[in-house]
Structure formats: C-alpha cells, structure tokens
C-alpha cells in the first residue's frame, strides 16, 4: 500500500520568513495530493490540493510542487504571519485505492511573532 | 468549501457503554465518508470506509464488531463505539467525499472527543 513521509515534523520560522514542508510517496498510481491544516482540537481543512497533471500550483502564500519522478511533493508558505501557526498534513491518494487518502505524520510549524 | 458536521462534538461515558457518533454532509451528497482516530500529536489513522447501501470496509488491525459503521443515505454515517473501554479513549473525526464530477475533494468534520471512565 501507500507510504507518506513526511519532514520536518517540527518547524520554526520567524514571522514573515517562508517555510517548507516536504512529503515523500511510495505508490506511483497516487495522482491526487492534499494538504491540510489542522488548528489544535479543530478539524483538518484543506489548504491546497495538486494532482498529477500538474507540476505546481499556487495561491496567495501557498504554493504547492510536485516531482512525480522522485515521488515528492512540497508546501511552501511564503510570508508566514503567527496565524499559519498549526500542523500540517500532507496525504496521498492513488486511483485505484479505494479514494482513500493515505496522510502523512504531520509537521508543527511555529510562527514566531 | 463543502460542510461536514459531526456529532456530538465531545462524549464522556462509563466503561462497557456504547456510543454513537454521526456524521453528516450538510450541502452535497457523499456515497463515501471516511472514518480516523487521532491520538494527541499524532496524524489521522484511518479507521474505515463507510460506502452507502453497502458494508464498511475495515482497516487491519481494526475490529469491525467493536467499531460499527452504518452508511444509511448519502447524506449520513454513523459509528458505533459499542462496549467502550478507556484504551478507546481518543478523537474520531469523520470525513466526507465530495465528488460532483468537477471536484473531487474530502472535507473533515470538526470531530468528536470521546472520553470512557
């Protein structure tokens, strides 16, 4: 089945820096790639989503990348403000699994003001 | 984006209780719904897929008899934590997938912290 990794799971940037998050997949069928946003105690929601027919997507201070060579994908958030301050989930879905989505282990940004 | 709701949104219960938890898509229909467990600090485990008018399929390692899932329409899903237990302890969040054809995207209800004594 499919395998996400992601890194670093602990991020600090000072406020206004950017900051990169970087996932790895294991299922070359994967062709849908999300990332979420989950405040403490709340629910996750989607950020930005790539699939696989593109290479990079973007909006506002989100960017997303993706390497279907190498099996990557990235966030970047540039200009970060104390507010993207939460975890990040990466996640991968393959076509012919189910829909569903396998998510990586999360990383901690800290957004320091 | 599209509105997931789950309740109730927190639960304590005696040992040995059962406990049900319903999720539901307020403004599309969903013939699939997802549900996770997350432990503090750690990423979302997926429990099972709850398909509509059909049986849920289960991951390894998770007991179907313990965890039950009903999928009764396309709007709501339901599990059942039947004999909970304190090991049983964690925060369930469902989530629903909205494929309309142009999009294709799951969105997460704000999910239920359950608590047994």
């Known amino acids: 089945g499919e395998n996400v990794e992601q890194h670093p799971s602990t991020l600090s940037v000072q406020e206004g820096d950017s900051a990169v998050i970087k996932c790895t997949y294991s299922?070359?069928?994967?062709?849908?790639f999300p990332w979420y946003k989950q405040e403490l105690g709340k629910r996750p929601q989607l950020i930005i989503d790539?699939?696989?027919?593109?290479g990079e997507k973007k909006d506002q201070r989100i960017a997303v990348t993706l390497n279907k060579t190498a099996k990557h994908f990235s966030l970047h958030i540039t200009e970060t403000q104390p507010e993207d301050s939460a975890v990040y989930f990466c996640?991968?879905?393959?076509?012919?699994?189910?829909?569903?989505?396998?998510f990586g282990g999360g990383t901690r940004l800290m957004v320091k003001p | 984006g599209a509105v997931v709701s789950q309740h109730p949104s927190w639960v304590i219960c005696k040992s040995g209780t059962s406990v049900k938890i319903e999720c539901r898509s307020l403004?599309?229909?969903?013939?699939?719904m997802f549900w996770y467990r997350q432990f503090p600090k750690q990423s979302l485990m997926l429990m099972a897929t709850?398909?509509?008018?059909?049986?849920?399929?289960?991951e390894q390692g998770v007991e179907k008899d313990k965890f039950l899932i009903n999928h009764a329409s396309l709007t709501l899903s339901t599990l059942t934590v039947t004999s909970a237990h304190p090991e049983d302890s964690s925060f369930y969040i469902c989530?629903?997938?909205?494929?309309?054809?142009?999009?294709?995207?799951?969105?997460f209800g704000p999910g239920t912290r359950l608590t047994v004594l």
């Open positions: 989530s629903a997938r909205e494929n309309s054809g142009i999009t294709d995207t799951q969105y």
């Open positions: 299922d070359s069928a994967s062709n849908y």
């Open positions: 790539i699939r696989s027919n593109v």
């Open positions: 996640a991968a879905r393959a076509y012919n699994a189910g829909n569903m989505l396998t």
């Open positions: 403004d599309f229909q969903a013939t699939t």
């Open positions: 709850s398909n509509e008018g059909s049986k849920a399929t289960y």
